[in-house]
């Protein structure tokens, strides 16, 4: 991108309108993850000092861009929206409030696709228009997450071109070979394709590598299978008349070892699980000392009645229609429920607890 220019460069400029081409500032330019995207956005709303985002409204503003399917800026805004209406606490849904009036600002100047070439932008002249944006603040917003995507792909390209100089390796990998724009894909001295049985995918990758036998060869490939190509040899392919002449070749089939031993991820998973198991047992705990704290405090049973009561007690008054013999005894000696006829119903004391336990369950 050329910030300054003579007037033959000028004339030569491609222009990038930003308004009609669009940009949607939640789509990787360069592989970046949604956790990068969500910090590219923060940084280039707080530039402009009216729309500054609280702590609150950043880490909100994450979790959100993280936990939404399509990937847009309609979308963010309704996941923030519906945030707002279901929280509880009042400074955080106020935070929600103010951050969905600035999602609402983006929407105005974002799109909900990128069309926008990048990797034209950083190797020909190229002018940004933003002349159609009215709202300058917005336009300040548009301008700095831009730049932002163009030094990501800067570093990418740059990182590809030059790691060799410095004895670097750089490994990148995606699920998409469009992921990665030429400058990227041609600097990569070796490629390793998985099995894949989608067309488009295939002929994307048939277009870079210039070897139609990946057709029959992508699709057959069995778990951990890789076929690995050198640059040298898709040099050689791209100098044949493809479907015509073709050099002969060797492709190599590489058996990937997987990083974990099938019983060590075993016991990763059993740990992973027992660590979550012991995680939500001391958030039982703490909300159960909370509920007990708040019975005492406003005295809603006799203090040596509410002493006694154990988190178990808590499980059976929020589920009563399935409490056992010897739970339905308990809850009624702590005087919680009744029995009218043969029905098990809540006392008053029953109903104020219950009242509690949903403040703390939500």
């Known amino acids: ?14 222009i990038i309108d930003v308004s009609s081409q669009g940009l949607n500032p939640l789509t990787p330019i360069a592989n970046e993850n949604y956790y990068e995207i969500a910090i590219d956005l923060i940084n280039s709303i707080n530039i402009v000092d009216i729309y500054k985002l609280g702590i609150t409204q950043e880490s909100e503003l994450v979790d959100s861009i993280i936990s939404i399917r399509e990937k847009n800026l309609e ?36 799109s909900l696709k990128t069309n926008i070439d990048f990797n034209r932008i950083i190797n020909k002249n190229s002018i940004i228009d933003l002349s159609k944006i009215a709202n300058e603040d917005l336009k300040t917003i548009i301008a700095e997450l831009i730049l932002r995507k163009i030094l990501r792909c800067m570093i990418i390209n740059t990182l590809m071109r030059e790691s060799r100089k410095y004895n670097l390796a750089c490994i990148l990998s995606s699920q998409l070979i469009y992921d990665f724009d030429q400058a990227i894909i041609g600097n990569a001295g070796t490629k390793l394709f998985m099995m894949n049985d989608s067309e488009k995918d295939i002929d994307s990758i048939i277009n870079i590598t210039g070897c139609e036998i990946l057709r029959q060869v992508l699709p057959s490939l069995k778990q951990f299978e890789a076929v690995l190509i050198r640059k ?38 059993r740990e992973i699980k027992e660590i979550r198991i012991e995680e939500k047992e001391k958030n039982e705990e703490e ?14 049973i006799p203090i040596d009645k509410a002493r006694r009561i154990k988190i178990e007690d808590l499980k059976a008054l929020s589920n009563i229609e399935n409490i056992s ?3 339905e005894e308990r809850l009624r000696e702590l005087g919680l429920i009744r ?19 949903r403040v703390y369950r939500n």
């Open 339 to 357: 029995l009218i006829g043969r029905k098990i119903t809540l006392t008053h004391s029953g109903v104020e607890i219950l009242k509690v336990i």
């Open 75 to 110: 979308e963010l805004y309704n996941e923030i929206n519906k945030r707002s209406k279901d929280e509880k606490a009042g400074h955080i849904r106020d935070a929600l409030i103010g951050l969905k009036n600035r999602i609402r600002l983006l929407q105005s100047g974002f």
């Open 325 to 327: 013999k010897e739970e």
């Open 1 to 14: 991108m050329i910030i300054s220019m003579d007037l033959k460069d000028l004339i030569n400029s491609e």
């Open 287 to 300: 909300i159960f000392f909370k509920i007990k704290e708040e019975i005492i405090k406003n005295k809603i």
């Open 232 to 269: 040298q040899e898709i040099e050689e392919l791209m100098k044949t008349t493809r479907g015509k002449l073709y050099p002969t070749i060797t492709l190599l089939i590489a058996s990937l070892k997987p990083y974990f031993k099938e019983e060590e991820l075993k016991n990763i998973k």
